[in-house]
């Protein structure tokens, strides 16, 4: 069974603090899919990014990196230079193999950036 | 905004009643799913619907059913309502369900239920 575990469950930092955010999953698939949204007091998900089980290259988005490690079943996730607006709840998510792509999620991980 | 829209954004009613959220996906897409996010159950799928048929099933009761309709707007249909069925319901959507697609799933804002 597809599962994926994020056991930070809150997170305070600092305004402009770095902080990294970790997610491990477990899957039987060799081929899967790995996402990241976040999910604002407001409520909606919002997506940041997709990563295939193929391609470990780090990528980083603005103040967003994140590290994917076959070896390690890890895709962390880093924001450099927090701002409140990052306060969020942030998920991982592990899409389903087969002819689907539903997602299973993580518990999620409270941030909160203090001014 | 990601394109998918849910109706209502809130609503709140009685026990043992029903309700029906309703979803429009993102321009194109043919794949429909239904989450529930509740405190104690986190982001649950519930089905997925791909050009009107059901695709995958998950965690949905007996009492909640959906469907996809011609034009692709889905609805999910809760009824004989609980206190426990209180939770954000996501509608989200993506352009196609092949083997293994590995689609970008993009969510709508949620419709809040409040059973009372």
């Known amino acids: 069974a597809q599962k994926v575990t994020q056991a930070q469950t809150e997170i305070s930092v600092v305004e402009k603090e770095d902080v990294t955010l970790d997610c491990v999953y477990e899957?039987?698939?060799?081929?899967?899919?790995l996402f990241w949204y976040k999910q604002p007091p407001s409520g909606e998900l919002v997506f940041l990014i997709r990563r295939n089980s193929f391609d470990e290259q780090n990528e980083i988005s603005g103040r967003y990196s994140w590290n994917f490690q076959k070896s390690t079943s890890s895709f962390n996730f880093t924001i450099t230079a927090s701002q409140v607006v990052d306060s969020a709840v942030y998920f991982c998510?592990?899409?389903?193999?087969?002819?689907?792509?539903?997602?299973?999620f993580g518990k999620g991980i409270t941030l909160s950036v203090r001014p | 905004d990601s394109g998918v829209t849910q109706t209502p954004k809130h609503l709140i009613t009685a026990t043992g009643q029903r309700v029906t959220l309703r979803c429009s996906p993102r321009?194109?897409?043919?794949?429909v799913y239904w989450y529930q996010q509740s405190l104690d159950q986190g982001l649950q799928f519930l089905i997925q619907y791909y050009n009107g048929e059901e695709r995958a099933k998950g965690n949905i009761l007996e009492r909640f059913s959906a469907q996809q309709f011609p034009d692709l707007h889905s609805e999910l249909n809760l009824s004989s309502l609980e206190l426990g069925d209180s939770a954000l319901y996501f509608c989200?959507?993506?352009?196609?369900?092949?083997?293994?697609?590995?689609?970008?799933?993009?969510f709508g804002e949620g419709s809040w239920l409040t059973v009372v």
């Open positions: 321009s194109g897409d043919l794949s």
């Open positions: 989200a959507s993506s352009p196609h369900a092949q083997k293994h697609s590995g689609n970008t799933i993009y």
């Open positions: 899957t039987r698939d060799t081929t899967y899919y």
């Open positions: 998510a592990l899409s389903d193999p087969g002819a689907n792509s539903k997602l299973t």
